[in-house]
């Protein structure tokens, strides 16, 4: 029979999660405020492309990918308050003036000749920088009192996989001469270079600092670079 003045642990036998997560409430409420104002201007992006995109094929998979960044946007918007208790519209800022030049020069190319441009910025770079950065969130906060977050993650997640998917069949589908190769190539550079500035779309430490290792790590790195054997 149990004994009643006995404490019990405080999560149920089978559940080994962990408590601590590398954010805290207000790291996270930040971070989600950046995730929402990026999210808007890819929905306004989009959404305004889809009336100069001469190529039916594309005009229906912008109309259809902008809608999953409001969606987005609007589960953000819904984190908020539950993180801070202030209104979401104060967090929902850029990280700092370097993305809001990145997002100016994703959305410059407007005329229906530039198509592989607007292609380029968001399936080749900022995608996969939303994708790398939500990646990273979800793998280091607390699956306890973070869970919510999580949840939201996945769903945007999968949706911007599965976009990404979709944009670079798009741009394999435009790309047909070496002078457009070029073309592709060029504008990723530019844009690429000006997201590095901004230190991606949280502003520094969106993926983390691959040098902030622990001791533990550090040491199993000198072990191997010394020749010593690391226990498994």
């Keep these: 029979m149990a004994d009643p003045k006995k404490p019990r642990a405080p999560f149920a036998p089978w559940d080994r999660r962990e408590l601590p997560g590398a954010f805290s409430v207000e790291d996270s409420a930040r ?64 990280p700092n003036d370097e993305l809001v030049q990145f997002v100016a020069a994703l959305t410059e190319p407007e005329a229906p000749e530039h198509t592989i441009e607007k292609l380029v910025g968001v399936y080749r770079v900022l995608i996969p920088a939303l994708v790398a950065a939500y990646t990273y969130h979800r793998n280091n906060t607390s699956t306890i009192t973070d869970a919510p977050t999580i949840r939201s993650l996945g769903f945007a997640l999968q949706d911007l996989q599965d976009d990404w998917r979709d944009g670079e ?56 670079a010394n020749g010593n054997e690391v226990p498994a």
């Excluded at 100069?52 to 908020?80: I, M, S």
């Excluded at 520094?204 to 790195?221: F, L, N, R």
Aim: charge should be negative; hydrophobic fraction near 45%.
């Design 31 to 94: 971070r989600i405020g950046h995730y929402k104002w990026i999210e808007m201007r890819l929905f306004e992006a989009l959404g305004g492309w889809v009336a100069t995109v001469p190529e039916l094929d594309v005009k229906l998979r912008l109309g259809t990918h902008c809608y999953h960044h409001a969606w987005h946007a609007e589960l953000w918007h819904k984190r908020l308050p539950e993180l801070r208790e202030m209104n979401p519209d104060r967090l929902t800022v850029p």
């Design 169 to 224: 069949m798009m741009l394999q589908s435009l790309i047909e001469t070496p002078e457009e190769i070029r073309r592709a190539a060029d504008h990723q550079v530019k844009l690429q270079t000006l997201l590095l500035a901004a230190g991606g779309i949280a502003g520094p430490g969106s993926i983390g600092d691959a040098y902030d290792v622990g001791v533990s790590a550090a040491a199993a790195h000198d072990d191997v």
